[in-house]
Every structure is written in C-alpha cells, then in structure tokens.
C-alpha cells in the first residue's frame, strides 16, 4: 500500500495548471499515526500526542490563516467503512475545504506562519489524500 503525505511534483504541477480564478474544493482524507512523529528538536516532540492531538495542533495553528484567505469548510464527517473501494482502506476523517480561488491556496501554503504550522500535519500523518474538485450544482439528484 502506498502512503502519501505531500503531493508529488507531478501532481502539484497538474494542481498549478489548472484555472486559479475559480472557486475550488479540496477533498481532504486523513489517516492518522497512533503517535505523532515530529522532527527532532521540535517543540511537540516528546509530548506523546497522538496523531490526531497533533492534527489538531495543525487545526489551531493554521486555521487563522486558512480564514484570512478565505477558506471554509463545508462538510465534515468520520470514517465509518468503505461501501466502494478496496476493503483494506480505511481513513479516521474526512472533510472538504472551500476556497474562494487556487490563489488563495497558494497564498496560504506559502505564509510563513503556515510552514511552521504544517510541521504537525506532516507529525500527525501515515496516510492522505487531497484532491481538488471545481464545485458544482447541489440539491436534486445524481445527474
């Protein structure tokens, strides 16, 4: 099973070429490590947090700047079980990210106060996913 934490150049590329004038929203699947893994020296390290104590670390310190730039959550939820997909993947949580535009994504993973912040998402991670999706009509039915 391969794990991913960060996108792969490739990926962020792809990310980058797409319209950065449009609303976007970021599926975010996270799977978390039973003890968060920090950087030696780091001022977490050896606290014993769990991933998801560390992750919401990352909640706490990047959420000022995810707000600044506009971004929003619109949907939240608990893994529960795989209906679709292979029976071995699991995830803890779940949740979709609104921003107003790609730039403002950019805008907040390059804040400095952001990579600092980042060090816990990374501590808190064995496995995610972030896929970006343009938003579409809601309400009715499938089609």
């Given amino acids: 099973m391969s794990v991913y934490i960060d996108p792969s150049r490739a990926n962020f590329e792809a990310f980058k070429g797409l ?20 950087p030696a020296g780091h001022e977490n390290a050896g ?30 939820g608990a893994f529960q079980c795989m209906v679709t997909g292979p ?19 950019f805008e907040m993973i390059k804040d400095p106060d952001y990579q600092l912040a980042v060090v816990n998402r990374t501590a808190a991670l064995v496995d995610s996913r972030l896929i970006r999706f ?10």
Avoid: C
Avoid at 49 to 74: C, K, N
């Fill in 19 to 38: 319209p950065r004038d449009e609303p976007i929203h970021m599926l975010n699947l996270l799977l978390y490590r039973a003890l968060a893994e920090y």
């Fill in 47 to 76: 606290k014993g947090w769990s991933g998801r104590r560390a992750y919401e670390e990352y909640g706490h310190t990047s959420g000022p700047i995810f707000r600044r730039v506009g971004g929003q959550i619109m949907w939240r």
């Fill in 87 to 105: 029976e071995d993947r699991q995830w803890h949580d779940g949740f979709v990210a609104q921003y107003p535009n790609s730039a403002a994504f």
């Fill in 134 to 143: 343009k938003p579409g009509e809601v309400g009715g039915g499938f089609g």
